[in-house]
């Protein structure tokens, strides 16, 4: 069955600092993975996917992030953290059809001024 | 265009009560999803409908749970009788087709369930 781990559960950066939250999955056919976001009071909000390509993907927000076949990491990254960004950030990985989600248990971001 | 919405987006009630979740999805969307996260947990699939078929279920905890999406429009997740370990937030999400490889889910804001 597939699953997907982000090991950190808290991470606090300065604002301007770079990030990158990690992501790592296991899944026995060609993994198609997201990353959402969800800032206090809201639903979670898609930042970017990977379905096939370029294995850098850009995203909303100025995110990007790298699929790594051989380390079964999608890693999320931002050159430079703003204070809005302060939020939980879900990896999740899902079929070929968009479906059968599974998600990592999320890490929350804090941002220092 | 609107986003996914759920109704209402707070619910507290007492244990042996019978409460009752509304998903819109967006417009037009065939697929429909509940999802529940219950406190300190992952985010963990509960259903799955294309349009007012339950395609797959089997992420419901128990038949306490029963969900409905008449006229493949609405779908609405009833708990009855809820128990204390049903607190959590249940989240809704919408996607436009079946098969297609690109398929993104749109979620809602979810609700925020507490059975005390």
């Known amino acids: 069955a597939q699953s997907v781990t982000q090991p950190d559960i808290h991470i606090t950066v300065s604002e301007g600092a770079s990030l990158e939250l990690r992501c790592n999955y296991s899944y026995g056919a060609t993994p198609y993975l997201f990353w959402y976001v969800q800032s206090p009071g809201q639903g979670l909000q898609l930042l970017l996917k990977?379905?096939?390509?370029?294995?850098l993907v850009q995203g909303i927000k100025g995110f990007e992030a790298e699929f790594k076949r051989s380390q079964s990491s999608f890693n999320l990254r931002k050159p430079s953290v703003h204070w809005s960004d302060a939020a939980e950030y879900f990896c999740?990985?899902?079929?070929?059809?968009?479906?059968?989600?599974?998600f990592g248990p999320g890490t929350r971001l804090s941002v220092l001024p | 265009e609107a986003g996914v919405t759920q109704f209402p987006s707070h619910s507290v009630i007492e244990k042996g009560q019978t409460v009752t979740l509304r998903c819109d999805p967006i417009?037009?969307?065939?697929?429909l999803y509940w999802y529940r996260r219950v406190m300190g947990k992952e985010i963990k699939f509960l259903l799955h409908f294309v349009k007012e078929s339950k395609q797959d279920e089997s992420g419901m905890p128990n038949n306490r749970f029963l969900a409905e999406r008449t006229g493949g429009t609405y779908s609405t997740l009833k708990v009855q009788p809820a128990e204390l370990e049903d607190s959590g937030v249940y989240f809704c999400?919408?996607?436009?087709?079946w098969g297609l490889g690109t398929d993104t889910q749109y979620f809602g804001p979810g609700t925020r369930l507490t059975v005390l």
């Open positions: 990977y379905f096939s390509g370029d294995t």
């Open positions: 999400a919408s996607s436009p087709g």
């Open positions: 417009s037009g969307h065939d697929n």
């Open positions: 999740a990985v899902g079929d070929n059809y968009g479906q059968n989600f599974v």
